[in-house]
């Protein structure tokens, strides 16, 4: 019963600010790699920012300097704090979970969220 479910999206004007979360079962959150991706109309799906259970981080370089993923264990919730939010950051913003094989013989396996809107005006 693993689920994501993400929230904090809306509408905002260029320069502005969001903060995204994203939740998950301990279980789930606890040893996977977390990942925000987002998909602009009529574009593919592409990768936002990545943080590991080490909470080592990566981003594109389309948002580098302006948004910023973190994860918080307690709460079992993973955040991107996006600040300078431009039009093409536009998109539909997906929360995803990459979880490890539980044995040698296992596969890793993939859980994605319902997605969460932002649009951001000129």
């Known amino acids: 019963q693993e689920q994501l479910v993400e929230s904090g999206g809306g509408l905002v004007q260029a320069g502005g600010s969001l903060r995204l979360s994203c939740t998950a079962s301990r279980r789930l959150f606890r040893i996977s790699t977390m990942s925000w991706y987002r998909q602009a109309p009529g574009k593919q799906r592409e990768l936002v920012a990545t943080?590991?259970?080490?909470?080592?981080?990566t981003y594109a370089d389309s948002v580098k300097g302006r948004f910023t993923i973190s994860r918080d264990n307690a709460d079992n919730t993973m955040y991107l704090q996006m600040n300078s939010l431009k039009p093409e950051d536009t998109a539909v913003y997906y929360c995803y979970a990459l979880r490890p094989p539980v044995n040698i013989e296992g596969a890793y396996s993939e859980s994605w969220g319902q997605g969460t809107q932002v649009t951001v005006s000129s």
């Open positions: 943080i590991t259970t080490d909470r080592i981080t």
